[in-house]
């Protein structure tokens, strides 16, 4: 039987180009989603709304290529075997009931495709944090005077603190996590990782080469996030908390008002994950307290963040609209990664970021 693709994200014409021409689909359908900023259709998942795909082709595609969009149940697509997912994140769709009811079609997520821009990421604001940056911008573009006492001590020479030698803490440590560590560790930054199981491990899933921390011997300890007495000394001990983790039913509120409390009074957190794994409320107090340096945050919850909220305005923190993996070749990596999966589909071979429907990643 042939393979039959329909892709629902406005993907680039060439790499549509580029499936077509190279990756054996007897068919490939094309019915992107449509930005719509402002709709108010319950559809929309960050402002697409999904495109009307007719019966006939869902019900011909053996392959989805998508970010949002699964058929809603098996009656409408009942020759799918595999979905390819263009998100890390599948919480929006793991538990849909096409699961419960087809446990036979494999899942993919997109975890590893944009790793190298989130790492980046996270020690560009590292560096923004330790070199105060906010300070470097009043000085030009509010007090425009070439002025060095509002950031170095009058008589001195201290100004900034170093990454050196400070401890980065990575809450999760997959593909994503690995690239963190392989980055600040060359800025002389101690590793720490927390992960469900608190073992070293090798890396699973999709890495872009050359990138990442393949055998897991990066960090200097390994701490388990489920087990609470070594999440608190794995908390008490970082400098920087990167929150890199899939948003489960075990790591929702995991940064709790309980836990933020064993952070250092001079620690920051990054959050690249998703938003509910923070307790936002706590994390205001915390902020509010001075009890943590700052905060980084690229997730929220809710997401977008409403413009009243007031982690807008509290004191240090950061926050950016969701873009830390919104890199150049996102998109490109996404169809790498589905040449790769189907080569290995085709053979019957595990495909690369299988999801487990039922931790949810």
Request: charged share 20%.
């Amino acid at each position: 039987m042939g393979e039959h693709l329909l892709i629902t994200f406005p993907l680039e014409a060439h790499l549509v180009h580029r499936i077509r021409d190279n990756f054996g689909f007897e068919t490939i359908e094309h019915y992107p989603s449509i930005f719509t900023p402002g709709t108010e259709d319950p559809r929309a998942v960050w402002s697409h709304v999904p495109a009307d795909i007719p019966e006939n082709v869902w019900k011909k595609a053996t392959v989805v290529l998508t970010m949002f969009i699964v058929p809603e149940n098996r009656a409408q697509a009942p020759n799918l075997r595999f979905i390819q997912c263009m998100s890390a994140g599948v919480e929006l769709w793991a538990n849909d009931p096409v699961f419960e009811e087809a446990p036979e079609i494999i899942a993919a997520s997109a975890s590893g495709v944009h790793a190298t821009n989130i790492a980046e990421y996270v020690i560009m604001q590292s560096l923004n944090a330790y070199h105060r940056q906010s300070v470097l911008q009043e000085i030009q573009h509010v007090d425009k005077r070439w002025t060095r006492t509002k950031y170095v001590p009058p008589g001195t020479i201290s100004g900034s603190p170093e990454l050196r030698g400070d401890v980065m803490g990575i809450l999760g440590y997959g593909c994503i996590g690995r690239e963190c560590a392989r980055l600040a560790s060359a800025f002389g930054l101690h590793i720490l990782a927390a992960s469900s199981s608190g073992k070293q491990a090798p890396a699973k899933g999709f890495m872009v080469e050359g990138t990442g921390d393949l055998d897991g011997h990066i960090p200097e300890a390994w701490y388990s996030s489920n087990d609470p007495a070594l999440l608190r000394e794995f908390l008490e001990k970082v400098d920087i908390l990167v929150i890199a983790c899939p948003l489960t039913k075990v790591t929702r509120n995991i940064i709790s008002d309980e836990t933020i409390r064993f952070l250092k009074k001079s620690a920051y957190v990054i959050n690249i994950a998703r938003g509910p794994v923070i307790n936002h409320d706590a994390l205001y107090q915390a902020l509010e307290e001075e009890r943590i340096a700052g905060a980084i945050l690229d997730v929220t919850d809710p997401e977008p963040l409403p413009a009243n909220h007031k982690l807008w305005t509290t004191k240090n923190c950061t926050i950016t609209p969701h873009i830390s993996g919104a890199g150049t070749m996102y998109e490109t990596r996404c169809i790498d990664l589905l040449e790769v999966n189907m080569k290995r589909f085709r053979k019957g071979e595990p495909v690369l970021n299988q999801v487990d429907v039922g931790k949810g990643y």
